[in-house]
Nanobody, 121 residues
Framework: QVQLVESGGGLVQAGGSLRLSCAFS????????IGWFRQAPGKDREFVVT???????YYQDSVKDRFTISRDNAKNAVYLQMNSLKPEDTAVYYC???????????????WGQGTQVTVSS
């Protein structure tokens, strides 16, 4: 059974940084596109960033220049470095895997359980 496990969330002040990790089991990340999504209370889950099998990346405009996605195929893990955090970044963050390069939640077949990120003002 494929498993994705996120970690690294927490409480941070505005302007601070966090690094999220997503560890994969029974799925080689080198074979899929990996995305990070987030869901704030009362809102729909939204796309944050994606990285393709060959390393192409695409960021939501609001996180561009603040967030960086990376992947370590040897460790079968993906990371999201989040800098200059803002209160509006507060959400549960999910990693997900897709067979295609996409920003759409419906294209992602595997999801982690999520990790809470809270940014205080």
């Amino acid at each position: 059974q494929v498993q994705l496990v996120e970690s690294g969330g927490g409480l941070v002040q505005a302007g601070g940084s966090l690094r999220l990790s997503c560890a994969f089991s029974r799925l080689a990340i080198s074979s899929v596109t990996i995305g990070w999504f987030r869901q704030a209370p009362g809102k729909d889950r939204e796309f944050v960033v994606t990285i393709s099998r060959i390393g192409d990346t695409y960021y939501q405009d609001s996180v561009k220049d603040r967030f960086t996605i990376s992947r370590d195929n040897a460790k079968n893990a993906v990371y999201l470095q989040m800098n200059s955090l803002k209160p509006e970044d507060t959400a549960v963050y999910y990693c997900a895997a897709s067979p295609q390069y996409s920003t759409l939640t419906r294209d992602y077949a595997y999801w982690g359980q999520g990790t809470q990120v809270t940014v205080s003002s």
